[in-house]
């Protein structure tokens, strides 16, 4: 439905452009025709590049945070499972793309100088997928402390039934909408990412970074949080599409008034990261920070998994670990032997922790977030993309028959009088209202204006864009 809406309305802009042509074609020579034979291919090469795009919409959600962060469990708990590599010191290296997929499936790039095993593996579980990752990324970084010059940074593709997308999570996207985790290199591995291609299209994704809350070295953080910003920035991400998530939140639970403690060092951590981001002219909102202790909510899902073997390691390590997350009023009543905790014991543990972790709340901040930014974040960035593209090209185009002076005077008027009729024509079809589940609209907010004119000899290219209210 919403593609063949859009179908329509390119169709009309086609029709448009073809009348506008050939008025324009009676004010030039036959000589000269085929210079708008160029012009077609810029203009259709672009229209058709926006309707692939939009036939293929995703939502990409990018991760990023200060070493030690507990990065690399936000995106295990973002995917329901354990599949990246979490270690004590710096792991993360190269990039990690999560693609949505009833499969799972890990494809790991041949890059140049690439000393570990590469090529497509299917249908494997979260532990080969994870030792697979492990494998890569002591490779990669093993060489790079040897001082290797040659070898390029790993680049892999997992596909995995993202947890965001199960039956069971309240997002629900829009039919042909997908989803895809970018897990970005550590902050010391920071000079990969400024090469990486894929990255160009991800300015306009969801960018989660994490922070520690158990780092104490404030001297340590400030340079940390730098690093946050200084790779934001080489992206491009946008301010309003940052969320910062306060990670190991836990540290307070012992306190008296826990909550107490816990926003009040979230004023203070985010007045500092304020100073960080006004340097560089970016804001952030109070709405865009988030708790979490990342790790047990985490095992609470994991306990409630299908597999028994699974169940029984999550619940081990939790009580392990984080048994003083579990209320009293739980905790009182199980058996001290783990193996005598009963399925209906397990569930209400899991379900106590992912509370009093914040997972609850975290998930749900994150789904609305994502609801009621969805057009913003998904269609925009397309619209966007075919507005630059084109306008590059036309601007390239323009600058080269000026300075050949292919038309004449004569015709500038005309060609000008036209063009402004065919901008009101234009604006009328792509200015579409659209409502889609949860999508208000795709081009609600977006007017585009295309104006040809000629100043003397000279061809000028404009865009102008206006926004409704």
Same mark, same amino acid.
């Given at each position: 439905?919403?593609?063949?809406?859009?179908?329509?309305?390119? +169709?009309?802009?086609?029709?448009?452009?073809?009348?506008?042509?050939?008025?324009?074609?009676?004010?030039?020579?036959?000589?000269?025709?085929?210079?708008?034979?160029?012009?077609?291919?810029?203009?259709?090469?672009?229209?058709?590049?926006?309707?692939?795009?939009?036939?293929?919409?995703?939502?990409?959600?990018?991760?990023?945070?200060?070493?030690?962060?507990?990065?690399?469990?936000?995106?295990?708990?973002?995917?329901?499972?354990?599949?990246?590599?979490?270690?004590?010191?710096?792991?993360?290296?190269?990039?990690?793309?999560?693609?949505?997929?009833?499969?799972?499936?890990?494809?790991?790039?041949?890059?140049?100088?690439?000393?570990?095993?590469?090529?497509?593996?299917?249908?494997?579980?979260?532990?080969?997928?994870?030792?697979?990752?492990?494998?890569?990324?002591?490779?990669?970084?093993?060489?790079?402390?040897?001082?290797?010059?040659?070898?390029?940074?790993?680049?892999?593709?997992?596909?995995?039934?993202?947890?965001?997308?199960?039956?069971?999570?309240?997002?629900?996207?829009?039919?042909?909408? +997908?989803?895809?985790?970018?897990?970005?290199?550590?902050?010391?591995?920071?000079?990969?990412?400024?090469?990486l291609s894929l990255l160009k299209t991800c300015n306009r994704a969801l960018f989660l970074v994490t922070?520690?809350s158990a780092e104490t070295d404030r001297q340590k953080v400030n340079m940390l949080l730098q690093g946050?910003?200084?790779?934001?920035?080489?992206?491009?991400?946008?301010?309003?599409?940052?969320?910062?998530?306060?990670?190991?939140?836990?540290?307070?639970?012992?306190?008296?008034?826990?909550?107490?403690?816990?926003?009040?060092?979230?004023?203070?951590?985010?007045?500092?990261?304020?100073?960080?981001?006004?340097?560089?002219?970016?804001?952030?909102?109070?709405?865009?920070?988030? +708790?979490?202790?990342?790790?047990?909510?985490?095992?609470?899902?994991?306990?409630?998994?299908?597999?028994?073997?699974?169940?029984?390691?999550?619940?081990?390590?939790?009580?392990?670990?984080?048994?003083?997350?579990?209320?009293?009023?739980?905790?009182?009543?199980?058996?001290?032997?783990?193996?005598?905790?009963?399925?209906?014991?397990?569930?209400?543990?899991?379900?106590? @922790?992912?509370?009093?972790?914040?997972?609850?709340?975290?998930?749900?901040?994150?789904?609305?977030?994502?609801?009621?930014?969805?057009?913003?974040?998904?269609?925009?960035?397309?619209?966007?993309?075919?507005?630059?593209?084109?306008?590059?090209?036309?601007?390239?185009?323009?600058?080269?028959?000026?300075?050949?002076?292919?038309?004449?005077?004569?015709?500038?008027?005309?060609?000008?009088?036209?063009?402004?009729?065919?901008?009101?024509?234009?604006?009328?079809?792509?200015?579409?209202?659209?409502?889609?589940?949860?999508?208000?609209? @795709?081009?609600?907010?977006?007017?585009?204006?295309?104006?040809?004119?000629?100043?003397?000899?000279?061809?000028?290219?404009?865009?102008?864009?206006?926004?409704? +209210?």
């Amino acid at each position: 439905m919403l593609l063949k809406y859009i179908d329509r309305e390119v +169709k009309k802009i086609k029709r448009e452009w073809q009348t506008h042509r050939r008025k324009i074609a009676k004010q030039i020579s036959p000589s000269q025709r085929a210079i708008l034979t160029e012009l077609d291919d810029i203009f259709f090469n672009a229209i058709n590049k926006l309707l692939v795009d939009l036939q293929s919409p995703t939502l990409t959600i990018v991760t990023t945070g200060t070493t030690s962060s507990g990065k690399s469990t936000l995106v295990n708990l973002l995917c329901g499972a354990e599949i990246i590599p979490v270690a004590v010191q710096e792991m993360s290296a190269g990039l990690v793309t999560i693609e949505y997929n009833q499969n799972t499936a890990i494809h790991i790039d041949r890059t140049p100088g690439a000393l570990w095993e590469c090529g497509d593996w299917y249908n494997i579980s979260d532990r080969e997928i994870s030792d697979r990752l492990t494998g890569v990324m002591n490779g990669y970084l093993e060489a790079k402390y040897n001082g290797s010059i040659d070898i390029s940074y790993p680049q892999i593709r997992i596909e995995y039934p993202i947890r965001l997308l199960s039956p069971d999570s309240r997002l629900q996207l829009p039919e042909g909408i +997908k989803l895809r985790i970018v897990d970005l290199p550590g902050l010391s591995h920071q000079e990969d990412i400024e090469n990486l291609s894929l990255l160009k299209t991800c300015n306009r994704a969801l960018f989660l970074v994490t922070y520690n809350s158990a780092e104490t070295d404030r001297q340590k953080v400030n340079m940390l949080l730098q690093g946050v910003v200084e790779q934001l920035k080489i992206i491009g991400g946008l301010s309003k599409n940052m969320w910062f998530i306060f990670n190991r939140i836990n540290v307070f639970h012992s306190d008296k008034d826990r909550v107490a403690s816990e926003e009040k060092f979230i004023d203070q951590t985010k007045s500092e990261i304020d100073k960080l981001l006004t340097n560089h002219h970016l804001q952030i909102e109070p709405n865009q920070v988030a +708790k979490i202790s990342t790790m047990p909510a985490l095992l609470s899902l994991l306990m409630s998994s299908k597999d028994e073997n699974k169940r029984t390691e999550a619940a081990s390590r939790l009580d392990r670990n984080f048994n003083f997350l579990i209320p009293d009023d739980i905790a009182n009543n199980l058996p001290i032997n783990l193996a005598k905790w009963s399925p209906a014991e397990c569930d209400r543990v899991a379900a106590a @922790i992912w509370d009093v972790s914040y997972g609850k709340e975290f998930d749900r901040l994150l789904i609305d977030n994502i609801q009621t930014n969805l057009t913003d974040l998904i269609f925009l960035p397309i619209i966007r993309d075919f507005e630059q593209g084109l306008c590059l090209e036309i601007g390239k185009w323009a600058d080269k028959i000026s300075k050949e002076n292919i038309i004449e005077a004569a015709s500038i008027d005309y060609v000008k009088t036209q063009s402004d009729r065919l901008l009101s024509r234009i604006d009328r079809a792509v200015k579409i209202s659209i409502k889609f589940r949860r999508i208000p609209t @795709i081009f609600k907010r977006l007017g585009i204006y295309w104006l040809i004119w000629f100043d003397n000899s000279t061809l000028i290219f404009s865009r102008r864009r206006k926004f409704d +209210k």
